[in-house]
């Protein structure tokens, strides 16, 4: 089932059914897309694939009317200095994948969350900020580090050995709540709660069912999040080409069993601090970044690779969809952001307007 949403600063979320041919993912898009640019036409809009809102500022986003956002709002200014910009200035593109037994639950999820950086830096295109470059590759993950640790970043889980279910469910009894729903209306009595506490009866306004759970897991936002299925959430908002890159990247990696062997095998294996280093530096520098041992381009450039690999085994008319990050990334060593501030500083004479051009979909 297709769906369109509006998140809080206007962003809007295309959400299109599980399909098994990447083929038809992209067909889906192009009808979303289509139906952006009627919508745009007779409103006179702009849509843009981009990580951040290049232009406007945070004294100028309006919030869109929405009960859920009028809850999380006062709680998450409390929570970064940049929770605001994070709700209403940044959009991405996810890839939900399904799992089947246990053990291919687990190897999906430590590796989402543990290649998420190096699929920010390949993905990058989110380098302007107030109509400046904004000393970010990706603006975007430079906001996630400064909005609630407590429930962004690598899931803890994910930096164990092993990973079970049993450690998700440990780790999420542990994050604060957001709110409750009940009957429609969102509820802040809980808001702040941890959510075990909540199960044990902390709140006396509102008695736990078992739908507060599954809201619950929808206000975790780690790198890769666990549902019915696995969300991974690293990549910055882009084109149609560089969507169906990611999907196609992430298909070879996941569901080619000696791909997602030997990705587990090269991804970072990293302490917190380390791993929160990286993302710091993928953030700033994108494919340039180089710290706690990990050589951010050079294992782009074998990951890229591996999806090819995997893709040749189990769809090889796919691999097509591959063909701008083998340019891009293995032969010349550049994000969309590198691309984009290339033009800016060169051709474009540091125009906004050119920006906004180069990233309008509709």
């Known amino acids: 089932m297709n769906r369109l ?20 993912v992209r067909q889906e898009i192009r009808r979303y897309l289509a139906r952006l640019a009627e919508i745009a036409e007779g409103e006179c809009l702009a849509f843009l694939a981009v990580g951040f809102d290049p232009l406007r500022t945070i004294a100028e986003q309006q919030w869109f009317p929405k009960a859920r956002y009028e809850v999380m709002r006062p709680y998450m200014a409390t929570r970064g200095a940049r ?10 593109v996810q890839t939900n994948l399904d799992y089947g037994a246990v053990e291919d639950l687990a190897q999906k999820f430590l590796l989402g969350n543990r290649l998420a950086p190096i699929v920010t830096a ?14 970010y590759k990706s603006t975007r993950a430079a906001v996630w580090l400064e909005t609630d640790s407590d429930r962004t970043g690598i899931a803890p889980p994910a930096l164990e050995e092993t990973f079970t279910p049993d450690a998700f469910v440990a780790y999420a009894l542990e ?9 429609g209306l969102y509820l802040d009595a809980p808001t702040g709660m941890k959510f075990g506490d909540f199960l044990s009866g902390g709140c006396a306004a509102v008695e736990p069912v078992f739908g507060d759970w599954a809201d619950h897991l929808t206000t975790l936002f780690t790198d890769a999040r666990l549902k019915q299925h696995i969300e991974l959430r690293g990549s910055d908002c882009g084109d149609l080409a560089h969507t169906m890159a990611l999907q196609a990247l992430w298909k070879g990696l996941m569901y080619d069993r000696p791909a997602l062997a030997e990705a587990l095998r090269l991804a970072p294996r990293l302490r917190m601090e380390d791993a929160l280093l990286l993302r710091r530096e993928v953030a700033r520098h994108g494919l340039a970044a180089s710290c706690a041992g990990v050589n951010v381009l050079r294992l782009a450039r074998e990951v890229v690779e591996l999806a090819v690999t995997g893709l040749q085994r189990i769809a090889p008319d796919e691999v097509a969809y591959l063909d ?36 309008r979909i509709a």
Not at 83 to 92: G, K, L, N, Y
């Open 324 to 359: 701008v990050l083998l340019q891009e990334v293995v032969a010349d060593g550049l994000s969309p952001a590198d691309i984009l501030l290339r033009n800016w500083h060169g051709s474009w004479h540091g125009s906004m307007e050119e920006v906004i051009k180069y990233l």
């Open 5 to 24: 949403t509006v998140e809080p600063g206007g962003q809007v979320e295309f959400s299109g059914a599980p399909q098994r041919r990447l083929s038809d």
């Open 175 to 183: 994050v604060p709540m957001l709110f409750a729903q009940r009957d």
């Open 83 to 92: 929770a605001w910009d994070m709700m209403t200035r940044t959009c991405a």
């Open 122 to 135: 390949i993905f990058a295109n989110s380098p302007f900020e107030n109509g400046q470059p904004s000393g």
